[in-house]
Every structure is written in C-alpha cells, then in structure tokens.
C-alpha cells in the first residue's frame, strides 16, 4: 500500500481538499486498495476542527466527500507515509526542519505542483483570507496536480486498477 500525506498550514483549506480530490481519484480508477491518504498542517491552529466552509462548499460543488478533522503533522508520519506533499515553500521549509529534528534527513518531501510541468517549484496558494473564489482556484490546481501526481504513482510502482 502506498501512503499519501498533503501538508498546508492549518489543515483546514487545502490539505483536506487534496485529500479529498485524491481519495475521489483513486476511486474512481478502482485503486482504493492500493493507497492509504491523510492530510495535516504544519502548525496547531487548527487541531480537531472541520475543514473550512469554503472548503466543505467548493467539495459538495464537486460532489468529493470531506471526512476530516484537523491534526498537525507529527514524527510518525515521516516514517508511515511514502509522499508527504508540501502546498507552498513555507510548509516545506517546516516539514524539512521537522523531518531532521524528527530523525528522518533522508526523507524526500514534494511541492504539490512538482509534478505539474511548467508549475515545478509553485505553490498552491493559500486561500484562507479571501472568498469562495480562492477556493474554487486552489480546487483547479489541486485537481491538476493530483491528476499528474498520480499518473506518477500509477507508473513508478507499475500500478493497474
């Protein structure tokens, strides 16, 4: 099984909708055997609240289910998840000292738009202080960059539905 972790900042915009997308994604193409999925925030904001409302809007807009409360990443999901996806430098930077602090050095972890060609290096902006329309443009790029990211999966483990 292939374990999966989308990172934001509080755990209640963007990480829970890329989970979301992701979740939906592997569903439909029949995999859900074959991946496990979570998503946490760097800090503690957010600890054990629902997803935002915008984001639980933008999801039944899309019809993706939203079965989330917000945690913060800690050390034990550098060792049970395989890809830990960062949404902008800001976590990735956190979740590079967090992973030497944590003992893990070693551990590779991704923007969400690597797997995006000519997106490569971007962030997935943060829509927490704007209105619903950041919201439906991070589900745009969230939806592309998990398209991409599992077509990347399906052929580096030589997956089939």
């Known amino acids: 099984m292939i374990r ?3 990172v934001c900042l ?17 569903k439909v193409a029949g995999m859900e055997a074959q991946f496990k999925c979570d998503s946490a925030g760097t800090s503690d ?16 807009k899309y019809k993706l289910p939203l079965n989330h409360r917000g945690r913060q990443v800690n050390r034990t999901d550098f060792r049970d998840f395989e890809y830990i996806l960062a949404m ?12 030497v602090r944590y003992g893990f050095g070693e551990k590779e ?4 738009r690597d797997f995006v ?17 950041g919201f439906e443009e991070i589900y745009t ?13 399906i052929a580096t483990h030589h997956l089939y539905a």
């Open 88 to 99: 902008d430098d800001h976590n990735l930077r956190n979740l590079n000292n967090m992973k």
């Open 117 to 133: 060609t000519g997106s490569q290096g971007m962030s997935v902006p943060d829509p927490y202080y704007g209105g619903q329309e």
């Open 45 to 60: 904001f957010h600890i054990g609240e629902l997803p935002d409302e915008r984001t639980v809007k933008c999801a039944e």
């Open 10 to 26: 509080g755990n209640i915009c963007r990480s829970p909708l890329a989970e979301a997308i992701f979740n939906s994604k592997v």
């Open 109 to 112: 972890i991704y923007l969400m």
């Open 141 to 153: 790029i969230l939806d592309e960059a998990v398209d991409r990211f599992l077509a990347q999966l």
């Open 4 to 6: 999966v972790l989308f």
